[in-house]
């Protein structure tokens, strides 16, 4: 009977890796379909298209843009972890009302794969006003025993997270500097991914790779889970392949100590248009990085992070997002094109999709049809194939996690978050957050 029970047990498990295979080569084909599908729709458009100088060449520069994501990713490859490499890291995570995560974020650090006497941790409580400072304090008491040195600095009032950020590293006794947003939580062995790009000399910064910790929420997370997922995994690779990622995010990223303090001063002071900068800290921190050095991403330095859970924050959010991209693009924009070739050209290019998506969109949805009398059926159908090819991607990577739905809404919001883009450039002197 036993015999039997064991081999019912391999046949449903061998059964279920062949479905399971056959599922997922089904999707790839279905993605190369998609693909197909994109290019069938410009070409019988291309006469439509040609007409205009900018809707073809629009049209010409996303399809290649997004083509060449995936293609680049593809060839971005990890380097291997090298144990005799273990430079000493210190952790540091500024905070503001973070007392429901705080503890747990920190708790993490003393969980890594890691020499613990490599180890150290610095948390700011930037002005709190809730048990952000209690719950940093009861756990250093927790860190103290286990002899893993911690240091918990209190600002008084708010001065912001570029300041705690710079007082991490300023108070930093180690050579690699990590830096981890208060409501992020990293895996065990995600400090070993990260320091293991630092091997090289010219690596100055590595982002790590981030998934979404409350994606279960609601649609909103969703969606979410698959635009973080893409942004890594696709993106931040294809400009890793040339040393160019453009931001590492607060959530989980390194950087190489030696190298912050060339410029840190000028970065904690940094101003535009006269004003403090306040937001974009990490974008801002990663364009100071690639003028000189290299900034690679980790697929395998895994971190969690908690995202907006409601519309109205997040919009707030990204509008945030959205002032800091304009400021510091108009900076990389000065020195990027001494980079690599190709990653200068794919980045001037984004740049011109990007200052030309709410043009475009206006005149394909309401002046056309205005002046034709015809519903722009091509332009929203390739709008939405190219957001389906994306949640493909996700399908395909990541299993059977809604996605169907979220990209749908990821559809939506898009068609709102172009329009995000003029207004950031209108409101860039409020520097306010929003989110807190």
Request: net charge positive; hydrophobic share 45%; proline share 3%.
């Amino acid at each position: 009977m036993k015999d039997y029970n064991s081999v019912v047990t391999l046949l449903k498990s061998t059964l279920k890796m062949l479905f399971n295979k056959i599922e997922k080569l089904g999707i790839w084909l279905l993605f190369i379909f998609v693909v197909y599908i994109i290019l069938i729709i410009k070409v019988i458009n291309s006469p439509h298209i040609l007409n205009s100088i900018l809707l073809g060449g629009y049209s010409f520069l996303i399809t290649a843009y997004i083509f060449s994501r995936f293609i680049f990713s593809y060839f971005h490859k990890s380097v291997k972890a090298n144990l005799e490499y273990q430079p000493s890291v210190t952790f540091v995570v500024p905070a503001k009302n973070e007392g429901d995560n705080i503890a747990k974020t920190i708790r993490k650090f003393s969980q890594v794969n890691y020499p613990k006497e490599k180890i150290e941790v610095i948390a700011i409580n930037d002005g709190s006003t809730d048990n952000t400072l209690n719950e940093m304090l009861k756990v250093k008491e927790e860190f103290d025993k286990k002899n893993i040195r911690i240091q918990v600095i209190d600002f008084k009032i708010n001065r912001g997270k570029r300041a705690g950020m710079a007082k991490g590293v300023y108070k930093a006794k180690n050579e690699i500097i990590i830096f981890i947003d208060s409501d992020s939580f990293i895996d065990k062995d995600c400090v070993i991914h990260l320091v293991k790009y630092f091997s090289n000399s010219q690596v100055g910064a590595v982002s790590g790779h981030t998934d979404v910790h409350n994606q279960d929420t609601n649609l909103l997370t969703r969606m979410q889970a698959v635009r973080y997922y893409i942004a890594f995994s696709v993106y931040k690779a294809a400009e890793s392949l040339f040393g160019t990622v453009t931001c590492c995010p607060g959530c989980c990223s390194a950087y190489r100590k030696e190298y912050l303090l060339e410029f840190l001063d000028k970065w904690e002071n940094q101003k535009f248009l006269g004003s403090n900068c306040t937001f974009g800290d990490d974008r801002s921190l990663t364009n100071f990085v690639i003028r000189k050095y290299e900034a690679t991403y980790s697929p395998e330095a895994k971190a969690n992070t908690i995202v907006p859970a409601n519309f109205r924050q997040y919009l707030k959010q990204q509008q945030r997002w959205k002032k800091s991209w304009i400021r510091e693009t108009l900076i990389a924009s000065q020195f990027m094109w001494k980079k690599n070739a190709i990653a200068a050209v794919s980045f001037y290019a984004y740049v011109i999709l990007a200052l030309a998506s709410p043009i475009i969109f206006f005149r394909a949805i309401f002046w056309q049809p205005i002046m034709t009398g015809q519903f722009p059926i091509p332009y929203l159908a390739g709008l939405f194939l190219m957001l389906f090819l994306h949640g493909l991607y996700y399908r395909a990577k990541v299993g059977k996690k809604p996605w169907v739905f979220a990209i749908i809404f990821f559809w939506f919001v898009t068609v709102i978050l172009m329009w995000q883009l003029p207004w950031a450039a209108v409101t860039m002197k409020d520097a306010r957050w929003g989110t807190r």
